[in-house]
C-alpha cells in the first residue's frame, strides 16, 4: 500500500472516531470496552482489504506489462515498467518491477545493464516466490554476455532453488529453457537439443521464448555439421524474434553459412 493511501486510511479512521465520540456513541464501562474492541477490529479488516487490494493491483500492473513482453513488444514493456517502477514507494514493490524489467532489457539485447539491475538488488530481500524468476533472468543475461563461469557457479548455487516447480507454468518452462541453453553453452548438445525439441511442443511459450529456442536448435545443427537445417532453425528464430536481439545474432550466423541473408533488418 503507498503512503498517500495509508493516510488516506489513517485520516478516515480517525474522523470516524472523532465522530462517534462527538455523538455519544462511546460509552464507559463495558459498553466502551465494546466499541474500542469493534473499532480495532474495524481497522484490522479495513487494513487487510487495503493491503490486498494493493497486492491485486501491483499484480495486475506486472502481469499486464508481462503480456505486452510475451507478445514482442520490448519497448512497450520497458516504458511501463520504469512507470511501475518511478511510481512505486514501497522498496519491495520496486524490487519486483526491477526484476522484471531485467527480462526486457535481455530481450533488448541489453545483457550488462540486465545483470547490473539485477545485482542492485539484494537477494536476500527478494520475496521467496521471486527468486526463481530473479536466478532465471541473471543467468540469461549473463550466458548472453559470454560470461559462462559466473552463469555456471550461479546454477551451482542454485540448483536446488531451479529445480523446485513454482506456481506458474510459463516461469516453469523459461527455466527449463534457460538450463537448456547452459547446457548448449556447455557443450552439451544432445541434452540441450532434446530439452529445446520438447519445450517447443509446449503452448504457452512465448514468442520470444520460442525464437530463443529455435536459435539455439541452429546453434546446435550448425556444430553437429549440419548447415541446412541449421539455416532453417536460425531463419524461423529471425521470423519468431523481430524487436528482440534474436533476429541480428541469428542473420550473423547465417551469413557465415551462406552469405548476407536478405531476411535481415
Request: proline residues 4%; contains cysteine.
Amino acid at each position: 500500500m503507498t503512503k498517500s493511501k495509508l493516510l488516506n486510511w489513517a485520516f478516515f479512521f480517525i474522523a470516524l472516531v472523532v465522530f462517534l465520540v462527538i455523538f455519544g456513541t462511546w460509552k464507559p464501562g463495558v459498553s466502551g470496552r465494546i466499541f474500542w474492541g469493534a473499532a480495532a477490529a474495524m481497522l484490522v479488516g479495513f487494513t487487510a482489504w487495503a493491503t490486498v487490494a494493493e497486492t491485486r493491483r501491483i499484480r495486475k500492473r506486472s502481469q499486464a506489462a508481462t503480456e505486452l513482453l510475451s507478445a514482442g513488444r520490448v519497448e512497450e514493456f520497458l516504458r511501463e515498467t520504469d512507470r511501475d517502477i518511478a511510481a512505486s514507494d514501497q522498496a519491495r514493490v520496486r524490487r519486483l518491477f526491477m526484476v522484471n524489467k531485467s527480462a526486457g532489457l535481455f530481450y533488448q539485447g541489453e545483457f550488462s545493464a540486465g545483470i547490473e539491475l539485477l545485482k542492485s538488488v539484494p537477494f536476500k530481500k527478494i520475496p521467496r516466490a521471486l527468486r526463481p524468476l530473479y536466478v532465471n533472468n541473471l543467468l540469461n543475461c549473463l550466458m548472453l554476455a559470454d560470461r559462462l563461469p559466473e552463469a555456471n557457479a550461479l546454477r551451482e548455487k542454485h540448483a536446488a532453488l531451479l529445480a523446485r516447480p513454482t506456481r506458474h507454468p510459463r516461469l516453469n518452462l523459461a527455466i527449463r529453457g534457460t538450463l537448456a541453453y547452459l547446457d548448449l553453452m556447455n557443450g552439451r548438445l544432445g541434452a540441450a537439443r532434446a530439452a529445446f525439441q520438447e519445450l517447443l511442443l509446449a503452448e504457452v511459450q512465448p514468442l520470444f521464448s520460442r525464437a530463443i529456442m529455435h536459435y539455439a536448435l541452429g546453434q546446435i545443427e550448425l556444430e553437429e555439421g549440419n548447415a541446412e537445417a541449421a539455416g532453417e532453425q536460425l531463419r524461423r528464430a529471425m521470423e519468431l524474434g523481430q524487436g528482440s536481439f534474436i533476429p541480428a545474432r541469428a542473420e550473423a550466423i547465417l551469413a557465415g553459412i551462406t552469405g548476407p541473408s536478405s531476411g535481415g533488418r
